[in-house]
C-alpha cells in the first residue's frame, strides 16, 4: 500500500533490488541468517505487519524516501505502474527540489486514500476478532496496530487498544497479554541493537504482585504514530488517578459533601476517548505547543509547502482561525524552525504567477506583512489554502499603522515597528540599576545591537518574526538589554497571547478591584521582599506593578492563585517590559513552561527534581555522591533553582542569559544548565563539606557566560522526548506513591474507628454502667 514518505533507514545488505529506475526502486528484504545483521532484518521486518512486508519503493532523492510496502509483489508492481504512467514522465525535465515537491504531494494523497480505504476494510473485521479473542473485556475498542512482541522470543500479532488497556493477541503461538494502562509505569521510544527506530518499550505491574515490573518490546512500523496514542491514553490515565485523589483529599478535609471520585461514568476523560477525539487533541496540542500559541488555538488544516527563498525549503502550513503557521527545516540540522503570522499583522495575501511558470506543480501564495516583508510559500493546488486564509484575515480587525522606530545609534537603520503592540519597546529602563551590575563594553554592545538589527530587517521584529537556526545563535550569545523584554515576550509565546486578548488584563483588575483573597494576602507579604535590594522595586510603582501582575493571575487561575516564587518570575519581567507584558509571560510560564510547579502538591516540580538528580547521578556521579555525604541532596539545592529559573541563584547577568535560553528552548534548558553549574563548580563542591558554603559558592561565583552557555549546549545535549518520558514515568511513581498512602491512611482511619466502636461497646457492657 502507499504511506506517507518515511525516511529509508535499513541499512542496505538487508534488501535487494529487484527493479529501478533513476528516481524509484522496488527493494526485497532478503532471507535472514542467524548473523547480527540477519537478526536485526529479522526484527525490522517482522515489525511492519502480521504477515512480513517483503517488498517496498523506495524514492531515490537526496534523502531515500519509502513511499509503499506490501507483502504482495504484485500490489508492488501495480504500484509501480502507477509511478510510470503519471508520475515519471513529468520528472524528467527538472531539478531535484520540484520534483521533490511534485512527488511527495502525489505520494501523501495517494497514500491518505489507500489508509481510508484500509480503515473501512479492517475496523469492522478487528472489532470481531478483538471481541473473540478478548471476550471478557468490556472496553472500547479505539483502533490497533499491527505489530511484533519479542519476549522469549519474536511473535508477530496485533496490539488491540482500548480506552484503559493495551491487549496483545498472536496466533503462532498464542497469546494474550492485556497491559492496563493505570498498572503501566513507563513507556519509552527505543531502537532495534540502535539502529532502526521501531520499537516501544513498555513497563507494567501486572500479575497478582502490583510492585514487580515486567517489561515488553514491541516492535512497530509506524512506531511514532502508535507511541502518541499510547502516551496519550496513559497520560489521560494518570490525570485521572490523580484528580481523584485530589478530590478524596478534599473530601476528607472538607465538611462540604463531595463525590470521592470525579472519574466514573460519563464524566471519566478516558471513558469519553475515541480515536477521532484523541487524534484532534493531539494535533492541536502538538499545534499550540510546537508554534507557542495560545492553548485553545485549534488547527484548521495542514497542507505541505515550499518556502521560496534563497534556497528552497520543503515545509508544512498549518492554517488556524488567528494564526498562519510555517514549520520547515534548515539545511544541515535536524531541528525545524518556524514563522508565525499572526492574521493582525497581516497586509495582504494573494496568489502570484506560478513558480517559474511550471502551473502544473505549484502555485505561490504571497503574503505581506505589516512591516512590508514578503513570504512566498508554494503550494500544489493552493485554492483551498488561499480561500481559508483570506476568508479568516478579511474577518479580522484591520492592522495598526506601522510606527517607524528610532534606530539605537546614528549609524543604524529605523525599522518599522507595529504600533499596537510594541512588544520590543516595553522595557522600563530598569534592568541596567541592577546594583553590581558590570554593563557590556561599548564595542561587544554595538556589535550585538547590529547583528540584531540587522536579523530584525531581514526576518521581521514583531510577533510575525521568523525563528531561524540565526536566532538561536543570537540568544546563545546573549539578547541585547534593550531588546530584551521583546525577546522574552516573543519567545515565550506571550505575544500572541497579547494579540488576541486585548483589554483582559484591565479587565481581570477592573472586574475584581477591592475584592480579597487568600492569595491576595499571601502576595502582599511578599511584593515588599521580592528584589528588595533593587532601586526598581524601592519605589511604590514597583511594588504596585507587582502587586497587580501577581493579583491579575491570581484571579485568572484561582486553583494555583498565588504560590513563592512566582513573585520573583513577575519581578525579573518587570525589570525588562511594561506590566501587561510581564503578565501574560508570567502566564505562559505558569501554565506550559512549567504546568503543575506552582499548585499547592508542586508534583511538577517534585517529578523534575527527581529528574534532575537522576540525571546528576548518572553524569555526575562523585558530585552527586558528595552532596548526599554532606547533607544537601540534589533535590533541595535545585528545587529554588527550577522554581524562579535560576534568577537570584546565580549572579544576575548570568541568569538573565539562562532565561533568554529558557524561554527560546524550553524547560530542558533547566536541566542543561543546572548540570553545566555543577560540572563547571566540580572541583570546589568536592572540596566542601559545608553545604551552606556550597550554596553561597554557586549564588555568588563570577561566571565565564559564554563556557556556561557552551557547557550547557554542548556537554549536556539531552533531548526533549528524555524528559518527556521521564516525565511520565516519574509522574505515575509519585502519583502511585500518594495512592498508597491514602489507601494506608484510610486503612488506619478503619482500623481506629474499629478499635473506638469496641471500646464504646466494653464501656457499655461494664458494671458501672450496668447500675
Known amino acids: 500500500m502507499w504511506i506517507n514518505p518515511k525516511p529509508q533507514y535499513s541499512v542496505s545488505p538487508l534488501w535487494v533490488v529487484v527493479l529501478e529506475n533513476r528516481f ?5 528484504a532478503k532471507s535472514t541468517d542467524g548473523t547480527l545483521l540477519g537478526k536485526i532484518a529479522n526484527l525490522a521486518v517482522h515489525a511492519s505487519d502480521s504477515h512480513p512486508l517483503t517488498y517496498r519503493i523506495i524514492y531515490k532523492t537526496k534523502n531515500p524516501q519509502v513511499i509503499a510496502v506490501s507483502e504482495s509483489l504484485d500490489l508492488i508492481k501495480a504500484h509501480w505502474v502507477v509511478l510510470e504512467n503519471d508520475i515519471l514522465p513529468r520528472l524528467d525535465e527538472h531539478d531535484w527540489d520540484i520534483r521533490d515537491q511534485y512527488v511527495i504531494s502525489k505520494i501523501i494523497g495517494m497514500a491518505t486514500s489507500s489508509e481510508e480505504e484500509e480503515a473501512d476494510q479492517n475496523d469492522e473485521k478487528s472489532l470481531v476478532e478483538f471481541k473473540f479473542q478478548f471476550s471478557q473485556m468490556e472496553e472500547k475498542l479505539l483502533t490497533y496496530f499491527r505489530c511484533s512482541l519479542y519476549r522469549d522470543g ?8 482500548t480506552q484503559q488497556s493495551v491487549c496483545y493477541y498472536s496466533a503462532n503461538p498464542v497469546q494474550h497479554i492485556i497491559l492496563p494502562f493505570a498498572r503501566i509505569t513507563s513507556i519509552n521510544k527505543e531502537s532495534t541493537l540502535g539502529l532502526l527506530p521501531n520499537t516501544i518499550k513498555i513497563t507494567a505491574c501486572i500479575g497478582p504482585d502490583e510492585k514487580t515490573e515486567k517489561k515488553f518490546l514491541f516492535y512497530f512500523l509506524m512506531r511514532d504514530q502508535a507511541y502518541d496514542l499510547l502516551e496519550q491514553l496513559w497520560k489521560l490515565c494518570m490525570d485521572e488517578i490523580y484528580q481523584s485523589l485530589e478530590v478524596d483529599e478534599y473530601s476528607m478535609s472538607s465538611p462540604s459533601p463531595l463525590s470521592a471520585s470525579t472519574s466514573t461514568g460519563e ?25 507557542k500559541l495560545p492553548e485553545n488555538e485549534d488547527l484548521l488544516s495542514v497542507h505541505v509547502c515550499w518556502i521560496v527563498r534563497k534556497n528552497t525549503l520543503i515545509g508544512d502550513l498549518y492554517l488556524s482561525a488567528n494564526f498562519f503557521c510555517i514549520k520547515y527545516k534548515e539545511s544541515f540540522t535536524t531541528k525545524k524552525y518556524t514563522t508565525v503570522i499572526p492574521i493582525s499583522k497581516i497586509a495582504s495575501i494573494k496568489k502570484t504567477r506560478p513558480f517559474l511558470g511550471f502551473s502544473v506543480f505549484t502555485d505561490t501564495i504571497q503574503i505581506v506583512t505589516v512591516q512590508g516583508r514578503e513570504i512566498n510559500i508554494r503550494l500544489i493546488h493552493c485554492e483551498e489554502a488561499l480561500q481559508t486564509m483570506r ?18 545609534s546614528p549609524n543604524h537603520s529605523p525599522v518599522l515597528r507595529p504600533q499596537a503592540l510594541q512588544i520590543e519597546s516595553i522595557g522600563v529602563g530598569w534592568f541596567s540599576q541592577e546594583p553590581g551590575l558590570k554593563h557590556e563594553k561599548p564595542e561587544e554592545l554595538k556589535y550585538k545591537l547590529e547583528k540584531w538589527e540587522s536579523y530584525f530587517g531581514k526576518h521581521g521584529s514583531d510577533t510575525s518574526m521568523s525563528i531561524t537556526r540565526s536566532l538561536r545563535h543570537l540568544i546563545h550569545i546573549g539578547v541585547p538589554d534593550p531588546y530584551r523584554g521583546h525577546i522574552w515576550a516573543f519567545c515565550s509565546g506571550a505575544g500572541y497571547m497579547w494579540e488576541r486578548e486585548k483589554g483582559y488584563y484591565d479587565g481581570l483588575l477592573r472586574d475584581n478591584a477591592g475584592r480579597t483573597s487568600l492569595a491576595v494576602e499571601e502576595i502582599e507579604k511578599d511584593v515588599r521582599r521580592t528584589f528588595a535590594h533593587h532601586p526598581y522595586f524601592k519605589h511604590e510603582g514597583g511594588v504596585d506593578a507587582l502587586r497587580r501582575v501577581l493579583t491579575a493571575y491570581s484571579w485568572r487561575n484561582p486553583t494555583i492563585g498565588y504560590c513563592q516564587s512566582m513573585n520573583v518570575v513577575a519581578g525579573i519581567m518587570l525589570l525588562y517590559m511594561q506590566e ?3 503578565f501574560w509571560v508570567l502566564c505562559r510560564v505558569c501554565e506550559v513552561f512549567l504546568p503543575d510547579y506552582y499548585v499547592s502538591a508542586m508534583i511538577g516540580s517534585i517529578i523534575d527534581q527527581k529528574i534532575f538528580a537522576q540525571l546528576v547521578e548518572n553524569h555526575l556521579p562523585d558530585v552527586y555522591k558528595h552532596l548526599e555525604k554532606v547533607g544537601l541532596p540534589v533535590t533541595i539545592l535545585s528545587l529554588p533553582w527550577f522554581m524562579c529559573m535560576f534568577v537570584s541563584y546565580i549572579p544576575f547577568p548570568v541568569a538573565t542569559r539562562v532565561v533568554d535560553c529558557f524561554l527560546f528552548e524550553g524547560t530542558t534548558v ?10 563547571i563548580n566540580k572541583q570546589k563542591i568536592l572540596e566542601e563539606r559545608d553545604s551552606e558554603v556550597i550554596v553561597e559558592m554557586l549564588r555568588n561565583k563570577t561566571y565565564d557566560i559564554d563556557e556556561l552557555i557552551q557547557v550547557t549546549f554542548q556537554d549536556f545535549d539531552i533531548p526533549e522526548d528524555q524528559i518527556n518520558e521521564l516525565r511520565n514515568a516519574h509522574k505515575f511513581k509519585e502519583i502511585k506513591r500518594k495512592e498508597t498512602i ?10 481506629q474507628q474499629k478499635a473506638n466502636n469496641n471500646n464504646n461497646n466494653n464501656n457499655s457492657d461494664s458494671p458501672a454502667n450496668l447500675n
Open 670 to 679: 533547566l536541566f542543561q544548565t543546572g548540570l553545566a553549574i555543577l560540572k
Open 24 to 28: 524509484f526502486s522496488i527493494l526485497r
Open 391 to 408: 476568508r479568516y484575515w478579511q474577518q479580522a480587525p484591520s492592522s495598526p499603522v506601522p510606527l517607524v522606530i528610532p534606530p539605537s
Open 154 to 161: 519474536l511473535t508477530t500479532g496485533k496490539a488491540f487498544i
Open 267 to 291: 464524566s471519566s476523560p478516558v471513558l469519553k476517548a475515541t480515536k477521532q477525539r484523541l487524534d484532534i487533541e493531539k494535533k492541536n496540542r502538538n499545534f499550540q505547543r510546537f508554534f
Open 742 to 751: 491514602q489507601i494506608n491512611n484510610a486503612k488506619k482511619e478503619e482500623e
Open 580 to 582: 501587561e507584558a510581564a
